[in-house]
């Protein structure tokens, strides 16, 4: 039984497919010596290491160029689309591919930005199982539609020291608990950034009372409604917390480094593989391990997506394609390389992959799938910016 994998349409675009795509092999010839400019996150070493590698397989194999554009939001990239279409340039952008999920697909796509739909033809594409996971078919409550492939996935986990603490709390309520009896041991990174954005949508998750309002748009009418217990729970929350809530970490980086300095009790990650790569890398002590609660933890899918403008669709194509091959993604799921959980479904792989996905090592502080319980979907994405401009109307200082 495999212990470390995930199981794990079509819209309208500005510039789309004719109604039969053309033959993969076209695609394959249009490709070769195209230059594709991916635009990704370029904050972690390891992740940059796997791109680069990504590149070196796309040029031998396919004879294409693929340029990584080191990004440090990805709204820049968002917003360089944005202003080119503004400028009239619909067919000669600066981006062919995007490393993209929630909002930022979403104004892509509502927008008219995107090429596609195209992930449901590539040929990899059929080793994914969409019923296996929501948020392979609904980005952040956006419908994908073919307009993005995926290539990884993530769910938030807590790392804790046994040392420390045994019995860590395993809910929100709970947490709050924990920092009342344990003042300064328990914070969470500032939104907007991210993995703190993701902090205030697990709390809100938990504690509303209305949980079916998450999943379609905000409104000024729903807003003060589902998350009144929030505000309420981070007012209590803050004054035993960290810094007594007058600074928050910037990231899942610096409560790691918090943990092992030992000014907090509980740090997380949305990289199941966080805790271990840490310890391997001897940032954190051994006796650090990872946990997500009792009913369940937030997880998404990453995606790359196509620019309506790109002048390398084919190219694009081809190296999605790729991101979304066995080999690619055993590659990025092995801990010493990245440790990102795959999207493929197993029992579609051919034996010698899935041989090779059960063979994988698992860090001494990763969580099995069992473990990893519950995925919880994403909210609409328009609760994002709302969520955001309210934590920072009320807390930001």
Same mark, same amino acid.
């Given at each position: 039984?495999?212990?470390?994998?995930?199981?794990?349409?079509?819209?309208?675009?500005?510039?789309?497919?004719?109604?039969?795509?053309?033959?993969?092999?076209?695609?394959?010839?249009?490709?070769?010596?195209?230059?594709?400019?991916?635009?990704?996150?370029?904050?972690?070493?390891?992740?940059?290491?796997?791109?680069?590698?990504?590149?070196?397989?796309?040029?031998?194999?396919?004879?294409?160029?693929?340029?990584?554009?080191?990004?440090?939001?990805?709204?820049?990239?968002?917003?360089?689309?944005?202003?080119?279409?503004?400028?009239?340039?619909?067919?000669?952008?600066?981006?062919?591919?995007?490393?993209?999920?929630?909002?930022?697909?979403?104004?892509?796509?509502?927008?008219?930005?995107?090429?596609?739909?195209?992930?449901?033809?590539?040929?990899?594409?059929?080793?994914?199982?969409?019923?296996?996971?929501?948020?392979?078919?609904?980005?952040?409550?956006?419908?994908?539609?073919?307009?993005?492939?995926?290539?990884?996935?993530?769910?938030?986990?807590?790392?804790?020291?046994?040392?420390?603490?045994?019995?860590?709390?395993?809910?929100?309520?709970?947490?709050?608990?924990?920092?009342?009896?344990?003042?300064?041991?328990?914070?969470?990174?500032?939104?907007?950034?991210?993995?703190?954005?993701?902090?205030?949508?697990?709390?809100?998750?938990?504690?509303?009372?209305?949980?079916?309002?998450?999943?379609?748009?905000?409104?000024?009418?729903?807003?003060? #409604?589902?998350?009144?217990?929030?505000? $309420?729970?981070? *007012?209590?929350?803050?004054? !035993? /917390?960290?810094?007594?809530?007058? %600074?928050?970490?910037?990231?899942?980086?610096?409560?790691?480094?918090?943990?092992?300095?030992?000014?907090?009790?509980?740090?997380?990650?949305?990289?199941?593989?966080?805790?271990?790569?840490?310890?391997?890398?001897?940032?954190?002590?051994?006796?650090?391990?990872?946990?997500?609660?009792?009913?369940?933890?937030?997880?998404?899918?990453?995606?790359?997506?196509?620019?309506?403008?790109?002048?390398?669709?084919?190219?694009?194509?081809?190296?999605?394609?790729?991101?979304?091959?066995?080999?690619?993604?055993?590659?990025?799921?092995?801990?010493?390389?990245?440790?990102?959980?795959?999207?493929?479904?197993?029992?579609? #792989?051919?034996?010698?992959?899935?041989? $090779?996905?059960? *063979?994988?090592?698992?860090? !001494? /502080?990763?969580?099995?799938?069992? %473990?990893?319980?519950?995925?919880?979907?994403?909210?609409?994405?328009?609760?994002?910016?709302?969520?955001?401009?309210?934590?920072?109307?009320?807390?930001?200082?």
């Amino acid at each position: 039984m495999i212990k470390y994998f995930v199981a794990g349409c079509l819209a309208t675009s500005f510039l789309a497919f004719a109604e039969t795509p053309p033959p993969w092999g076209e695609t394959l010839k249009d490709a070769e010596k195209q230059t594709v400019y991916w635009n990704a996150w370029g904050g972690a070493d390891n992740i940059n290491a796997y791109i680069d590698w990504v590149a070196k397989r796309v040029k031998e194999d396919y004879k294409i160029t693929l340029k990584h554009v080191k990004l440090a939001d990805t709204a820049d990239a968002v917003s360089r689309v944005l202003a080119e279409k503004a400028a009239g340039n619909d067919t000669n952008g600066s981006i062919d591919l995007i490393w993209i999920n929630g909002e930022n697909f979403r104004t892509l796509k509502n927008n008219n930005l995107l090429f596609g739909p195209f992930s449901n033809n590539l040929p990899n594409y059929r080793y994914v199982d969409e019923s296996s996971r929501t948020s392979l078919t609904q980005d952040f409550g956006t419908k994908v539609d073919g307009m993005e492939s995926p290539w990884g996935a993530a769910q938030v986990i807590f790392m804790h020291d046994t040392e420390i603490l045994v019995e860590p709390p395993k809910s929100i309520p709970s947490l709050l608990d924990y920092a009342k009896k344990n003042p300064g041991r328990i914070t969470y990174p500032e939104p907007p950034q991210f993995l703190g954005t993701t902090f205030l949508k697990q709390a809100l998750i938990e504690l509303t009372n209305h949980p079916e309002k998450l999943s379609a748009p905000v409104s000024d009418a729903n807003f003060t #409604l589902v998350t009144e217990p929030l505000w $309420a729970y981070l *007012d209590e929350l803050h004054p !035993v /917390a960290w810094r007594q809530g007058s %600074s928050f970490p910037s990231g899942a980086e610096q409560m790691m480094r918090l943990l092992d300095d030992q000014e907090i009790d509980i740090a997380l990650s949305f990289d199941v593989s966080a805790a271990s790569v840490q310890i391997e890398q001897g940032n954190l002590p051994d006796t650090v391990r990872s946990y997500v609660f009792e009913n369940g933890t937030i997880g998404n899918t990453h995606f790359v997506a196509i620019p309506y403008n790109s002048a390398s669709t084919a190219g694009a194509q081809v190296v999605a394609d790729f991101l979304l091959s066995p080999e690619a993604q055993l590659k990025k799921q092995h801990p010493t390389t990245w440790g990102d959980l795959s999207v493929l479904t197993f029992n579609r #792989l051919p034996k010698k992959y899935q041989t $090779a996905f059960n *063979d994988l090592p698992r860090g !001494v /502080a990763t969580l099995s799938i069992e %473990s990893l319980g519950k995925s919880l979907p994403e909210p609409h994405g328009s609760w994002v910016e709302a969520l955001e401009k309210e934590w920072r109307k009320r807390y930001s200082r």
